[in-house]
């Protein structure tokens, strides 16, 4: 399965970097995907993830690259979903930024859970939501440097498409996918930490320690 998913990612990565929209603009939409696969492979061997954790952010990775290629505001199918239910602007950004939430949210449970940083489901579900809010506003931040630098970063980078509310909005998908990530996939992630060759206590079975 591992073959499979690095064969796809580099098929996707080599797709995306021939004639793309922008060379610019590639680099800057790809860069979370790069700069993750270099993360995830220094750190496979002492901090090996889940198939689920792996699988969302392979996902992810190829939502980036075709943003990438295209331009978020210039993605062929959401330009014909647009064009079919008479949008005002090509969505595909916002495809995007909720998986800048929902991905995110399981990668930052799984972390936080497995290195026992917080006790109890209630307070690991929040400060997941919070570590998630912290990563879209950052990136927005980015964003706004990158319209600063470059005139044309503001359409191709930013896929804003004349929307006052981008910044806000995007922030807002990041938040809702976040949210759905912990309601649909907490149990599928709980039960693979539960499989893993070192398996620790299941999410919801977490007590806080006894104080003696």
Not at 28 to 52: C, D, N, Q, W, Y
Not at 77 to 91: Q, S, T
Not at 105 to 128: D, M
Request: net charge neutral; glycine share 6%; hydrophobic share 50%.
């Amino acid at each position: 399965m591992a073959k499979f998913w690095l064969a796809l990612f580099f098929s996707v990565l080599i797709w995306s970097v021939v004639n793309p929209k922008d060379y610019l603009t590639w680099l800057l939409e790809a860069a979370p995907a790069l700069i993750g696969f270099v993360v995830l492979a220094a750190t496979r061997k002492r901090f090996e993830l889940t198939r689920l954790t792996y699988g969302l952010i392979l996902i992810h990775s190829i939502i980036l690259m075709i943003g990438a290629h295209y331009t978020y505001a210039e993605e062929p199918l959401f330009n014909w979903i647009k064009e079919v239910f008479d949008l005002e602007r090509n969505n595909y950004d916002k495809l995007g930024h909720i998986a800048q939430g929902f991905v995110p949210a399981i990668i930052t449970k799984e972390v936080l859970f497995r290195k026992k940083i917080v006790n109890g489901s209630s307070w690991l579900n929040f400060l997941v939501i919070c570590v998630c809010l912290a990563i879209s506003a950052v990136y927005e931040l980015i964003e706004w440097c990158a319209a600063l630098l470059s005139e044309q970063a503001t359409e191709a980078f930013l896929g804003i498409q004349g929307y006052v509310w981008d910044t806000q909005s995007d922030m807002a998908y990041a938040l809702l996918g976040a949210i759905v990530a912990l309601l649909t996939l907490s149990r599928e992630l709980d039960k693979q930490i539960g499989g893993l060759k070192t398996p620790v206590t299941a999410i919801n079975k977490l007590s806080v320690p006894e104080v003696k």
